[in-house]
């Protein structure tokens, strides 16, 4: 008995996982909130077509036999069976028809700076339009301006992945040798997330990243501060954590604009202190995190690109999380 209060509890409990930072039926984005109401629709029509046909079932297998009569006539059958499924799916195609031409109209009306994201395995490379012309790099996180579509520019120069930010629009494909363009309209200031949609290897399900959405002058100021190279360390310890990384050879596959660190095989770190997580919104962004990423990242996120670091002593880890940190 209790087993089964407990299994009926934890069943319960599933439909709380559709409110999270990653539900597609929490609308924050123009594109979102047409196909929330296109999802809504659909499923209520299929909910009323599913009653009448039980209905109709019910009665002809228990019902009175005046109602059997009326429903064996040939009309159920022209009417229910051909007229009715006409008419219901053409006015969901036509609704859905509707839907993509609204996102058209919007996708031209994003004539600002736009955004490319190039997929990795297995994170995200985030290349930011300046308005001024120049771009910004950065990496597994995404920035927008509340109220302005934007164009996402997606790619990719290794698998096929798929760009999948559920609280902002649809998903997306991102194809070797293709740019594949989704507008992005975010219609509050909020924190989301994004997730590899499409199966691309090994830590294809550790894929993910936040998306902040915030109002245009602070993108804009973010923007700004993104563009420039990374601080100076501001204490002995993260003083030593630069040499450590650059004699440690991470700037082989990191760049740290600024430094002599000008790698591009892993995520440009130049403000790595400053996003809300690391390794493709694998671990929280703290000084402990950084530290057991280094060491152990082969655990954290089995088959990502990056060697551990098992030889680095507790204190030069420390030194090295402790400069990476500050990198804000
Ligand atoms: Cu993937």
Redesign the pocket.
């Known amino acids: 008995m209790r087993t089964l209060r407990l299994a009926s509890l934890l069943f319960l409990a599933l439909p709380a996982g559709c409110g999270g930072v990653q539900s597609a039926l929490v609308p924050r984005g123009a594109e979102a909130t047409e196909i929330d109401a296109l999802f809504w629709t659909v499923t209520w029509v299929s909910v009323a077509v599913t009653i009448l046909v039980v209905s109709f079932v019910a009665i002809a297998l228990w019902g009175p036999s005046r109602w059997r009569n009326i429903i064996a006539d040939h009309w159920v059958v022209t009417v229910g069976g051909i007229a009715l499924p006409v008419v219901v799916l053409s006015a969901l195609l036509a609704y859905g028809l509707i839907v993509m031409q609204v996102g058209a109209a919007r996708s031209a009306s994003a004539d600002g700076p736009g955004i490319t994201i190039v997929g990795k395995r297995?994170w995200w490379e985030v290349i930011y339009d300046r308005p001024d012309g120049s771009t910004v790099m950065s990496a597994n996180e995404l920035r927008l301006p509340v109220g302005k579509p934007v164009e996402i520019r997606l790619e990719s120069d290794n698998v096929i992945?798929s760009f999948w930010a559920p609280q902002l629009g649809g998903k997306l494909d991102m194809i070797p040798g293709r740019t594949n363009v989704l507008t992005l309209e975010a219609t509050e200031a909020g924190i989301s997330r994004a997730q590899?949609a499409?199966?691309?290897g090994g830590a294809?399900a550790l894929?993910s990243m936040f998306v902040v959405a915030m109002p245009p002058e602070e993108y804009e100021a973010w923007l700004e501060a993104e563009a420039r190279p990374a601080s100076e360390p501001s204490d002995e310890a993260a003083e030593r954590g630069r040499t450590l990384f650059l004699e440690n050879g991470c700037g082989a596959c990191h760049t740290v604009r600024g430094t002599d660190a000008a790698g591009v095989v892993g995520p440009d770190l130049t403000h790595v202190g400053s996003r809300r997580s690391l390794a493709a919104a694998t671990l929280p962004n703290d000084r402990d995190a950084f530290a057991r990423w280094i060491r152990d990242n082969q655990h954290i996120k089995p088959d990502n690109l990056m060697p551990p670091y098992g030889n680095l002593t507790d204190g030069e880890l420390t030194a090295i999380a402790a400069y990476l940190d500050g990198l804000e």
């Open positions: 297995w992945h590899c499409e199966y691309c294809h894929m």
